[in-house]
């Protein structure tokens, strides 16, 4: 056997009967997957696995979705008993006190274990699911360091919690925008129905979306094509809607998207630095939209000096007082700060 280049080997292969040389078999596979990739990237979108189920395809099997037993229609209209109600809602505040104390891991998981005891009794709790979606990203970003052998566990493991935060999301979003919900089920179009949400839907739609992002990333480039048209139009109706919620998150998650997606799928990187501007003008003091920026656009710029002043200024900033951020910025300090190492620049540049 010989090394003929492209990873293709001079040998011989028996199929149906007849001897065919490798190379000229695995030629054909080369080019085909070299054709695949160049001149049908919307085929290979339309059929790649996007990882993970949608509620709506969950919810014409006729099971439920992330771990909530939510059926696709109300069985009933009645209102809980008011027994049921007041437990719900001292379960519900529990969460939020134990979520208050976020800088905390076992506060976290604890206000995870409670927001899902909402919606074991209650699967239509949108508000519990919509906390249990920004939670579960808040874990991956904040308290898995150290819980995995190997930085691709890691990797792993929050693709895990990413999906978890999509799906609850999801199910949110379907609770809030019952027409978005029958569209989807009907076989409609993600981002066309998204066009049609609400204002009060910004935060479910946010954080589903978010977390689609992190997942797909994660999960590769086959699912980063599937899921970049709904993110990107989650995101700029968000934008339309509320462009300062949660700190100019929508223009932060396009800022990344357009830095990481694959440049015959859509990388811009003028536009990724146009959103992340916007990001800074509305949300100045959170420290995440000059992480971000670092990590990725810098990055891909091969802006080794933006960089480090970026996460040299995420290590200078208070962290704030402001309950809603301040966890969040604390986190990007610790991020920075192990961004900063000389073995972290060193592999990105």
Known sequence: MRMLGWGVFSAERRRGGRVVRCEEWE?????????LVVCALPA?????????????????????????GAPAERVSTEEP????????????????????????????????????QVVERDPHHWRALTRLSRAYHFVA????????????????????????????????LMELEPQFARTMREGGDFVEAMTAIRPDAVEAAYWYCSNLS???QIRGF????????????????????DAPFQQGGADRVLGALYATLPSMAGKDLERSEQHFRAAQALGPTYLGNYLLEAELLAVQRGERQRYVELLQGVLAAPAGEDPDTAPENRVAKRAAQ???????????F
Not at 45 to 60: D, I, L, N, T, V
């Open 338 to 348: 192990r961004l900063l190492a000389p073995r972290e620049i060193d592999a990105r």
């Open 214 to 216: 992190r997942f797909s």
């Open 222 to 241: 086959r699912t980063k094509l599937f899921y970049k048209d709904r993110v990107a139009g989650a995101m700029h109706r968000i934008r339309e809607l």
């Open 141 to 172: 970003d904040a308290h898995l360091e150290g819980a995995a052998p190997t930085a691709g566990e890691l990797e792993q493991l929050r693709g895990e919690y990413h999906q978890k935060g999509a799906d609850a999301g999801e199910l949110a």
């Open 27 to 35: 030629a054909t596979r080369v080019l085909l997957r070299v054709a």
């Open 81 to 116: 008993s008011r027994d049921d109600a007041r437990g719900l809602r001292e379960l519900f505040e529990r969460a939020e006190a134990r979520w208050a104390a976020r800088d905390d891991r076992a506060a976290t998981l604890e206000a995870i274990r409670l927001w899902e």
């Open 44 to 68: 290979v979108a339309a059929c790649a696995s996007a990882g993970r189920s949608a509620a709506w395809e969950k919810q014409e099997e006729g099971g439920g979705a992330a771990n909530t």
